[in-house]
Each structure stands twice: as C-alpha cells, then as structure tokens.
C-alpha cells in the first residue's frame, strides 16, 4: 500500500452555504453523494463493509457534532440515507454543511487508508469530482 502523507479536506457544502444554496439542495446533494459513494463501494468492499466504514466515520465527526452520532449503529446495521437527511435538515444549515464536509473527508481518509490514495482516487472520481474545486 501506498505510504502517503495526505488527507482529504471537502469543504464543497460549505462553501455551497457560502453561495447561497437552500438547506434542502444541500441536504440533497449531501445523500445523492453518499448515495454514489455507497452504490460503488458496495461492489468493493460489501455492503457490511461499507456500512462499518461510514459507522466509524459518523463516531469520529461525532466527536465534534455529536447530533450526528443519532446515526451511529455500530456498522451493524445499514446506513439510512432518508434518516441522515432528515438529521440534517433538522440542524443549523452552516452547521449541518460543515459536519457534512468532517463526515465525507474522515469517510474518504479511513478507505484512503484501507485501500490507498491511488485506487480512492480511481473508484470515487466520478462521485468526488464534482465536489472538489481543485481537481485530483
């Protein structure tokens, strides 16, 4: 595996709040990504794979938005879109942007990790893409 000394910081939602976006077009596009990311990682890593890395993911930004962590089923379960939604809509929108942009970068860190930069980059490239303002 690739020995790296990078991590991913997605600031694109809130940045999205920065330009005037409603709360329900983020919160939208925040599940349409995770959406994407799911349906490709899924094929890789199994759904219970995919379900214990988001988990992990939701404990660590929990830490610094614990709302969050409502979410948190320990990887046992499958991950509800429709209730992170929801959860989102329900907070502060520069808040929810900003745990949204910790959840996907600690999300993107832990597989980087797992499965190195490069093929992070190549599996996810068309879900991330659009995301960033600096390309990969």
């Not at 991950?79 to 942007?97: E, G, M, P």
Request: with cysteine; charged share 20%; hydrophobic share 45%.
């Amino acid at each position: 595996m690739e020995n790296q000394q990078i991590s991913w910081a997605i600031n694109c939602y809130s940045e999205d709040v920065k330009r005037g976006h409603d709360a329900t077009r983020i919160a939208d596009t925040i599940v349409a990504t995770w959406e994407g990311i799911d349906s490709i990682m899924r094929l890789i890593i199994g759904k219970g794979g995919f379900n214990a890395l988001f988990s992990q993911s939701i404990e660590v930004t929990g830490q610094s938005y614990p709302w969050l962590a409502t979410l948190s089923q320990g990887g046992q379960s499958d991950v509800d879109l429709k209730a992170l939604r929801v959860l989102l809509l329900n907070q502060d929108t520069i808040d929810f942007a900003a745990a949204s942009d910790a959840l996907l970068s600690s999300f993107l860190n832990k597989l980087m990790d797992l499965i190195g930069l490069s093929l992070t980059k190549r599996l996810l490239r068309p879900i991330i893409d659009p995301l960033l303002t600096v390309k990969l």
